[in-house]
């Protein structure tokens, strides 16, 4: 499968909010997390991502061409900081196998969306399910799954995209003024399964 998998209509989660006023002071290093032996590590969401070694991760100058961030805009640590506080949505993790199944970590800055802090981790998974529907997807019920410790909302939803049945589970969990956001793909009948990729979570 080609990474185009990856970058399906539902990767703009719950972004038809329109943009609003500043964000919280973090430690942006920390929200980004690292990957390290091949194990994507976030201690802002409080999980890490281990893969078998056949997957491949995204370099950092790979998410800041996801995120439209040239590599001179975040040459120093100050810089870096102030750049990626100020993004909307930031993909902190990617990560693919093989036959196309992958994995997207990332936040969306509440603070920076009209009503964005409103927002419960419920209420984004239901507003994010009603775009995908409104594109084609056919969802079950949203469920909870926990993740190192925390209890994220869960939708899975399924659509055909290019003559393949396409599953992609999403999973939404609260932090301070960001919604962590993950992000699994895969395709029925060609990779592992959700579950399988979930499982690697903890």
Known sequence: MKRFFAFTLCLVMALALLTGCGSKELDMNTVMGSV??????????DFTFSPPSSWTFYDDSELLEMMDISED???TEKRRQNVLSRV????????MDETGANL??????LTLATDGTSYSSEDYAEELVNQCVASGYT??????????????????????ESGYDMTQ?????????????????????YTVTPDEIIAMLG
């Open 139 to 160: 969802f079950g019920d949203i469920t909870t799954v926990e993740i190192g410790g925390n209890t994220y909302y869960e939708a899975v939803g399924t659509v055909e």
């Open 36 to 45: 390290t032996d091949g194990v994507y590590t976030n201690e802002y969401a």
């Open 73 to 75: 805009s975040v040459d």
């Open 88 to 95: 909307q949505t930031l993909y902190t993790a990617m990560a």
């Open 169 to 189: 589970a999403f999973l939404v969990r609260r932090i301070d003024d960001y919604m962590c956001f993950i992000i699994i793909t895969t395709i029925d009948g």
């Open 104 to 109: 997207i970590v990332g936040f969306e800055n």
